[in-house]
């Protein structure tokens, strides 16, 4: 019987979960309904990846798992166990931001700063794909990250000017 009584489902037992985070091999104990977000923000203390909305909705929560963007709120720390995972932290090199990061900078592609790890996270990952995208591909590649501030039009702009200067 679970411990939550008759007819409900426990937490279950926490496990270790090791997974490679921005280049560096990372592990820490986990239940098995830890959701990825939880485990990178307060297992791990990354809090650069931020938590909108737990419905996978905003896209606050995206990071790169194996290369691909993903909302961290819609996948358990288990599921990541022996992957690689990117989080906004791992932009910057030495210091300096990335070109994406750069340019939401030069562009005023934020203003409160909340959305700005997913979107930044979506947009490295297009460019990545796609070095020269469209403004409506970058449009459709930014549609699951919301944004109440800006009104986009400097995000896409940022993109943009991320994307010409490589
Ligand atoms: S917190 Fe994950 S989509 Fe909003
Ligand atoms: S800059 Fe405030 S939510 Fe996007």
Known sequence: ????????????PARRIRMVVNGTPREA???PRTLL???????LGLTGTHVGCDTSNCGACTVHLDGRPVKS?????????GH?????????RGGVLSPVQAAFTEAHGLQCGFC???MVMTATALLEREPNPSADTIREALRGNLCRCTGYVNIVKAVELAARKG
């Not at 977000?37 to 297992?43: C, G, P, T």
């Not at 690689?84 to 910057?92: H, N, Q, S, Y």
Request: overall charge negative; hydrophobic content about 35%; charged content about 25%.
């Open 1 to 12: 019987m679970s411990e939550g009584g008759e007819g409900t489902v426990g937490p279950g």
């Open 29 to 31: 104990e986990a239940e």
């Open 37 to 43: 977000v939880h485990f990178l923000r307060e297992q």
């Open 73 to 81: 709120c819609t996948v358990f720390a288990v599921q990541a166990d």
């Open 84 to 92: 690689d995972i990117r989080t906004v932290e791992g932009l910057e």
């Open 116 to 118: 700005t790890p997913g």
